[in-house]
């Protein structure tokens, strides 16, 4: 991990020389992004002027800019400027599910609410320079030499170009797993997720395949050769090994996400790029060789949009859209550097798409498939079709008042100050791919781990007091790269957005630094505007913590092979997972507890009922007197408290832990695990 602080960063702040505001305002936005203007509006339907300044020609960031599949999580938690928006695009056009509308129809969304008010928008301008006065942001200077002053200013940019120019501390990459205290932290090579030819041969649901197929192929799906016939590793393959957990700079993969259809009459052809090389796709080729019949839907993820386009995603694979380890020096660098990466991506993915129409080592079958899909020519229309925004998935991270990380996502879930909450999953695309051991190649630095819903803390969105005091952050936020991997969601930038731009308000009004303001006035205003800074637990759900006994949830036990995470049927703590009614026999859950002291303790197991479940569920108890196996039949609602059942009664000693493993072998259905519980017996 790189850690500029304040000291580093000092020395890069000539402000430009003086001269004569040409803009003042209340509150200025660096970065017309969606949590940029979910702050911009919030600010000024609170009475403020305010200006916004985007250095490139479009409003929106990703939401406009290709990424139209909405990463929601549970929906239950956005609320306020963000459901706002979300609703009134998908009421723009008929046709459109909630959260899921064209980037066009977003794009018009965002410009009607904006001439709501009296918000001044600047695009295609860039931060050129800044002047302070003391702990305070005085004002800043664009690429045309034009002059901005403010009260309190508000870095939206997904690079933190703003945070980084005032002085404020910042992340870039991996914090070690000793840094926080996080399993997920650091150097993470990710094990083989096998994959069968007949399911790489299926296509997904998204476009109409089977209900049982897999939309999302994580992972490293077989052993594939990670090096030519030189002995060297293949384009974008490393075989540099770390430490596993070790911190490092590196950053997870950029992409585009590429608007497509299969509509003719608004289709067009994959573009072949300017630079294409044939050998970056070397083990995209190997990868098609591997699964005889591989599907297009199964190397690209397809998610559905309105009116039959879909967003062009990574879909996972070791091999995709997503260009591994071509944006390291992004997240620092200057125009320039920045810039050709920008076009290096666009390259990659135009070539990435262009191989499976057109390439011959890409089956005639497969190039077919592909050739039915092809840029929307209704969207982007002003730039060749391609989307606006390269997806800058993490660049900086503020290292602010308070560092949210791991945990506050799966264990200290509520905060006294939070403003808003998360729900998606800890999602960090692949870092690196690795040459093995065995010389096959390998993804690192993925994952995908579910979390509850939680508190997202104030104090996560402004810097140290000591280094700026009329700066706040609703992108860049204060997080480690594991608990920014859910929060960087965009509905949660625009919650975040909102309340920053509150805050900036109640800042001046209160005539304080921004650290110091009433959290609590703020927390009010916050929920008369619809915002949502808490949630229960769901009906049928009971909290481990009030549970009496030794209780431990399915977040914290051991898995192996692919479970998925759920929340709509309640549970302990309002989630529980199943094993998606695969892979039978190559799955299992482990719960590992420790008793206080020797003696008999009831061991209870609980699981969600439904009719897909599973009648013959495998649960093994290990005590100090050996092991006995328990079958659960999960289409019974569970005898206690319809959450849990008696798996029975078993002396444990204090020296070693009661080890309760649920698999999968041989099971008619879906199973469940949700937690597991052990009660003093004596």
């Not at 996400?257 to 608004?266: A, K, L, S």
């Not at 791919?433 to 579910?450: A, Q, T, Y």
Request: glycine content about 8%; aromatic content about 8%.
């Amino acid at each position: 991990m790189r850690i500029r602080p304040l000291a580093v960063v000092v020395a890069i702040l000539f402000a430009a020389p003086r001269v004569e505001a040409a803009e003042t305002c209340d509150v200025l936005v660096y970065g017309g992004t969606p949590g940029g203007l979910s702050a911009a509006l919030a600010a000024s339907r609170e009475g403020a002027s305010v200006v916004v300044i985007e250095p490139t020609r479009w409003i929106g960031g990703m939401v406009t800019g290709g990424l139209a599949s909405t990463d929601v999580g549970n929906e239950k938690v956005i609320g306020g400027i963000a459901r706002e928006f979300f609703t009134r695009a998908a009421e723009a056009k008929a046709g459109t599910p909630m959260w899921f509308a064209e980037p066009k129809v977003n794009m018009a969304t965002f410009k009607a609410m904006l001439q709501e008010t009296k918000i001044k928008v600047v695009t295609d301008q860039r931060l050129k320079s800044i002047s302070r006065d003391g702990d305070r942001i005085e004002s800043l200077m664009t690429s045309d030499g034009i002059r901005y002053e403010a009260k309190v200013f508000i870095d939206a940019t997904y690079e933190g170009d703003l945070l980084a120019r005032a002085g404020v501390s910042y992340a870039i990459g991996r914090e070690s797993r000793d840094t926080y205290n996080e399993p997920l932290a650091g150097f993470l090579p990710a094990p083989l997720r096998p994959r069968t030819v007949e399911q790489m041969a299926q296509d997904s649901p998204s476009i109409g395949g089977p209900k049982d197929a897999m939309n999302y192929v994580h992972g490293t799906p077989a052993k594939i050769e990670a090096l030519d016939v030189a002995g060297l590793p293949l384009p974008g393959i490393s075989n540099q090994w770390f430490e596993v957990g070790a911190g490092d700079s590196r950053t997870q993969a950029y992409n585009f996400r590429v608007i497509v259809t299969r509509q003719p009459e608004n289709r067009l052809p994959f573009p072949k790029p300017a630079h294409y090389d044939p050998m970056r796709y070397e083990l995209l080729a190997r990868t098609i060789a591997a699964f005889p019949g591989i599907r297009f839907s199964k190397l690209v993820y397809l998610g559905p949009i309105a009116n039959g386009k879909y967003d062009a995603n990574a879909i996972g694979l070791v091999v995709g859209t997503d260009h591994v380890g071509a944006n390291y020096n992004y997240p620092d660098g200057d125009e320039k550097v920045r810039a050709k990466i920008w076009q290096d991506h666009i390259d990659y993915v135009q070539g990435f798409l262009w191989f499976l129409a057109n390439d011959s080592r890409s089956p005639k079958e497969l190039q077919a498939q592909a050739k039915e899909w092809g840029l929307a020519k209704d969207e982007f229309t002003d730039n060749d079709n391609w989307p606006y925004a390269l997806y800058v998935r993490e660049a900086r991270r503020m290292i602010g008042e308070y560092v949210t990380r791991q945990d506050d996502c799966t264990q200290h879930l509520t905060k006294p100050d939070s403003i808003g909450m998360g729900s998606f999953i800890m999602d960090s695309h692949a870092v690196e791919r690795l040459v093995d051991h065995d010389g096959s190649v390998i993804d690192e630095g993925n994952f995908d781990v579910p979390v509850r819903p939680y508190h997202i803390p104030y104090r996560s969105l402004v810097p140290q007091k000591k280094q700026c005091e009329n700066l706040l952050v609703p992108v860049c936020i204060s997080a480690s790269h594991v608990a920014y991997g859910s929060i960087r969601m965009e509905p949660q930038f625009m919650i975040l957005g909102q309340a920053c731009g509150d805050a900036a308000v109640q800042a001046i009004h209160e005539k304080k630094a921004v650290q110091d303001i009433d959290v609590a006035a703020l927390q009010t205003k916050l929920r008369e505007q619809k915002q949502v800074l808490d949630l229960p637990l769901p009906p049928g759900s009971a909290a481990a913590k009030d549970l009496p006994g030794i209780v431990m949830d399915d977040a914290d036990a051991q898995y192996v092979g692919e479970w998925q995470a759920s929340s709509s049927s309640g549970g302990v703590d309002g989630m529980y997972r199943h094993d998606m009614n695969q892979g039978k026999g190559e799955k299992s859950a482990r719960f590992e507890l420790h008793v206080p002291k020797d003696g008999k303790y009831e061991v209870r197991f609980a699981y969600t009922t439904a009719p897909n479940r599973a009648t013959n569920v495998p649960v093994s108890v290990k005590h100090a007197n050996g092991e006995n196996s328990i079958t659960v039949n999960e289409k019974l609602t569970p005898a206690i408290n319809q959450a849990f059942v008696s798996l029975g009664t078993f002396r444990f000693t204090a020296d070693k832990p009661a080890v309760v493993t649920v698999t999968t072998m041989g099971t008619d259905g879906y199973v469940v695990v949700d937690a597991v519980q052990l009660l003093p017996a004596e």
